[in-house]
């Protein structure tokens, strides 16, 4: 698999605004954004003793496609964990979900083994885990030396916040985000499992209207087509809409051009796109 690294850096404007964006989107179709940067390390290293990687999570997740992508090319089995997959979803398979089950990924509702052979690689919901830096390292560097006379602020909105905590790690600017899975509490949480000292977290930034992780709200679809109208690129439509809306209502807390970094995660569009048209098709009734 070849990856288009490193990814390049447009200028793009929204709103009358100027900003820098970090287009991981572009890295490969199958293998990009975030969850390449998180896997990177996977891919780059042997794993002879390896034969099988369990994780677990959402039915719809990212990182879930993802790694059916490396289980496929590393000739690993791929077993993944759900508490539920919806009936509409089971009647109709489509986005990552179709996709890593093309793949061959074996979707199970048993719970989690509590202890792994030898052989299986264990990944955390998400990719929260140390090898995650690795890629994350190769992105911070990228960002480097492409910005090399410039001094940038770093946005990106977080799940389980890995990116942003080790982007703040290896970067020599201030990196912000905003928690798009749980609250502020929960991503404190999550910096602190990687990181302990406070001071190396990012900045954590807010909307004054809560979200919750999946729910489909007006103003992100909003935004989410503004977006692609505006600046030509399809941004995702689980983290992004958050993202895009959080560094908006604060743009007082910036002090430098901001540079914003597009994780990836269209194929997940799919899904969301067909609930978002189910959700207007009802209220037009
Ligand atoms: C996984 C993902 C995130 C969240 O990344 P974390 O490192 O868990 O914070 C953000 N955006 C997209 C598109 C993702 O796939």
């Not at 103003?219 to 399809?234: G, H, M, Y």
Request: negative net charge; hydrophobic residues 35%; charged residues 25%.
């Amino acid at each position: 698999m070849t990856l288009s690294l490193p990814s390049p850096i447009e200028k793009i404007s929204f709103r009358g605004e100027k900003y820098l964006l970090k287009r991981d989107d572009l890295i490969n179709h199958d293998f990009s954004g975030n969850k390449a940067r998180k896997f990177h390390y996977f891919l780059d290293h042997d794993f002879h003793d390896i034969t099988k990687v369990i994780s677990y999570g959402s039915a719809q997740s990212n990182a879930m496609y993802s790694l059916s992508v490396l289980a496929k090319l590393r000739g690993w089995d791929f077993v993944y964990h759900v508490d539920h997959v919806s009936g509409y979803l089971k009647s109709n398979p489509h986005g990552n979900y179709l996709y890593a089950l093309q793949n061959g990924m074996q979707i199970t509702q048993d719970t989690l083994p509590q202890t792994f052979e030898k052989s299986t690689l264990f990944i955390h919901e998400g990719g929260r885990m140390a090898e995650a830096g690795y890629g994350i390292q190769k992105l911070a560097d990228e960002i480097k030396a492409q910005c090399e006379d410039e001094c940038v602020d770093i946005f990106l909105p977080s799940g389980t916040g890995t990116t942003a905590l080790f982007l703040q790690k290896y970067l020599p600017f201030k990196v912000y985000t905003t928690p798009c899975v749980g609250d502020e509490v929960y991503l404190k949480k999550q910096f602190l499992m990687l990181e302990p000292d406070e001071r190396e977290h990012p900045m954590i930034l807010q909307t004054h209207k809560k979200y919750h992780f999946g729910k489909l709200y007006d103003e992100f679809f909003k935004i989410w087509v503004e977006l692609k109208k505006e600046t030509n690129v399809e941004f995702d439509l689980l983290y992004d809409p958050k993202g895009w809306l959080c560094m908006l209502e604060n743009e007082n807390s910036f002090e430098n051009k901001i540079l914003y970094i597009h994780q990836g995660g269209i194929l997940g569009n799919e899904s969301m796109i067909k609930r978002y048209e189910r959700k207007i098709i009802e209220k037009d009734r």
